[in-house]
């Protein structure tokens, strides 16, 4: 085989990936774009500390902050629980930094710390004062890293399936594996390639861990919003919430003994996700005003029992205010 032939193969190779690359990207551009089209944003805009902040706000009353988890957007709640809410409370939902239709700039971090200061000004921003604050799976860790580190935000915090402890060896869930990619070019890259296709082969597979043994809902790819996770943007924002995840956790959750805030924890004895003993139990036990409910289901308690989260909900902020 000659010089000039081994040249002219691979630089045939490099155009093919090339073009299969160009091709997944057009793809993925489009689908993205469909996807807006079909589930625009819901709310307004507001900038605060380097986050451009999707918010929703219904209803009138005290003041809820509702805090979504991991690759997920605030029509989890929207789905079900905002509505029930909201006829007793003002509801604010947001789709935290990154994720949905919030903007977090390349530059800001993603650890919880910056999440929760970014939240804290956010409250400042809209005038909420003091607030009870939601939070779903990663949502619940946020919510008490801001009740921990801006204890003058926080009156309560209700917290649904979350996020308390990291697991033991650092591994997230099966459906989750595919954002640890560390590199943020590869990161990007795969994002723009092979996330989008990957996703809607694997789908139902994810969905059925992250639901089970709850059914998965006919409508949660529009009225749960599950075909934002198809945006490239949602890839990108979750692998760097989950790798961040080792920057503050450990240090947040030495600390959860300081908390005297009263806090309700509503767990799903068949949670796929997040074991309800290392995330439910060992939190209550470290926290004196802690308690902690189980129930029957999954982790995505907010989409498939929203009467059931709601009430949860409704109950812990009138312990809150006794």
């Not at 045939?12 to 793809?27: E, H, N, P, T």
């Not at 993205?32 to 709310?43: D, E, H, N």
């Not at 380097?50 to 929207?78: C, D, S």
């Not at 498939?304 to 812990?316: G, V, Y």
Request: overall charge positive; glycine content about 8%; proline content about 6%.
């Amino acid at each position: 085989m000659t010089l000039q032939f081994s040249i002219a193969i691979l630089l045939l190779m490099v155009a093919l990936v090339a073009l299969v690359a160009g091709s997944l990207a057009l793809f993925t551009y489009h689908t993205a774009r469909r996807v807006k089209a079909a589930l625009p944003p819901q709310g307004r805009f507001v900038d605060a500390d380097g986050v451009m902040f999707h918010v929703h706000e219904q209803g009138e009353g005290p003041a809820l902050l509702l805090i979504h988890g991991l690759a997920g957007q605030m029509r989890h709640y929207t789905y079900g629980v905002v509505e029930r809410l909201s006829r007793e409370f003002r509801v604010v939902t947001i789709d935290r930094p990154g994720s949905g239709y919030s903007v977090r700039q390349p530059s800001t971090p993603a650890d919880l710390s910056s999440q929760a200061a970014a939240i804290a000004t956010l409250i400042d921003r809209l005038q909420l004062g003091p607030v009870f604050a939601v939070g779903h799976s990663l949502g619940g860790a946020v919510a008490l890293t801001l009740a921990l580190e801006h204890s003058g935000c926080v009156t309560g915090l209700a917290l649904v399936a979350p996020l308390t402890h990291l697991p033991d060896g650092g591994k997230p869930p099966a459906a989750f594996r595919a954002l640890m990619i560390s590199s943020s070019w590869l990161r990007t890259l795969f994002a723009w390639t092979l996330a989008v296709p990957a996703s809607i082969a694997g789908r139902r597979a994810v969905l059925e861990q992250v639901f089970g043994p709850d059914a998965i809902p006919r409508d949660f790819a529009t009225r749960g919003g599950g075909l934002l996770s198809l945006r490239p943007s949602q890839f990108i924002a979750a692998s760097r919430d989950l790798q961040a995840l080792q920057d503050r956790m450990p240090a947040i959750t030495s600390r959860y003994g300081e908390l005297r805030i009263p806090i309700r924890v509503l767990f799903g004895r068949e949670d796929r996700i997040l074991d309800w003993k290392v995330n439910g139990k060992a939190l209550v036990d470290k926290v004196k005003t802690a308690e902690l409910t189980l129930v029957e289901g999954g982790h995505m308690l907010p989409v498939t029992k929203p009467e059931l989260t709601a009430r949860f909900i409704q109950e812990a902020v009138r312990i809150t205010r006794i």
